[in-house]
Each structure stands twice: as structure tokens, then as C-alpha cells.
């Protein structure tokens, strides 16, 4: 039997008018130290987002949505923030922010594949 081992995950949300506070499930950000495991997963729905907000700029999110992906892997394109550790990228990422991409509050749970519970999330709450 597998150890079952801490991980925490944000949800990744597009806020197309910050002011209205409305907002659409794009991804999954986890991270889970003891398997070296910092991933995003995303899917943005152009056409729901377009519904919040027809003026939206979808080219401007998918470039933000790329920096955040790079970051969390630590993909040298990403600039210095990539370069710090997992845990400090992570944070950095899901730290509190008003602004078109922000992230929900951070939750812990238990696992034993980090990879597979990460789609298991993705499915559940962006797709």
C-alpha cells in the first residue's frame, strides 16, 4: 500500500471585470513537497468568459496564464520568480491579488499520486 502524502492545490480563476467580483474557473495549481510536485493544469473557456465580459482580452490572459504556467515549473522563460523553489514559487503564485487572474485560497489535502489527483481536481472543478 502507497503513503498518502500532503499536497495543496488553488483554483486558478479569470476575473474579467475585477469590480463585479465575478469569475470563471481556468485551472489548478498544486504542489506537493514530498513528491516534488508543482504543476498547473489549464483550460480557459473563451465563450464563457466572453459572457462576463465581451470586451475581454483573451490574448492578454493566455500570455498571463503562460507566465503563471512557466513560473510553477520553474521553466527558465518564466524570469527570476521562476528560479526560486517549488514551495516559494507556489506561494508567490497563490498569493492574494486583485487583478484579471487571481487564485482561490489554498487547500491541503492528502494523496498518493500528486499527478493523478491533480487531474482528478482539474476534471472536477475546471472542466
Not at 6 to 27: H, K, M, S, T, W
Not at 48 to 72: G, T, Y
Request: neutral net charge; glycine residues 4%; proline residues 2%.
Amino acid at each position: 500500500m502507497s503513503e498518502r502524502t500532503l499536497y495543496e492545490y488553488a483554483i486558478i480563476r479569470v476575473v474579467p471585470r475585477v469590480e463585479r467580483d465575478e469569475f470563471i474557473n481556468v485551472g489548478v495549481a498544486l504542489y506537493c513537497r514530498k513528491q516534488r510536485y508543482a504543476q498547473v493544469k489549464i483550460y480557459v473557456d473563451e465563450a464563457k468568459c466572453s459572457m462576463l465580459d465581451p470586451a475581454i482580452d483573451l490574448e492578454l490572459i493566455a500570455k498571463h496564464l503562460d507566465s503563471f504556467q512557466r513560473i510553477c515549473v520553474g521553466d527558465k522563460g518564466g524570469g527570476k520568480l521562476a528560479m526560486l523553489e517549488q514551495a516559494e514559487r507556489f506561494r508567490w503564485l497563490t498569493a492574494k491579488r486583485s487583478t484579471i487572474i487571481q487564485c482561490s485560497v489554498v487547500h491541503p489535502g492528502l494523496c498518493i499520486s500528486a499527478e493523478d489527483t491533480h487531474q482528478e481536481l482539474f476534471e472536477k472543478l475546471v472542466l
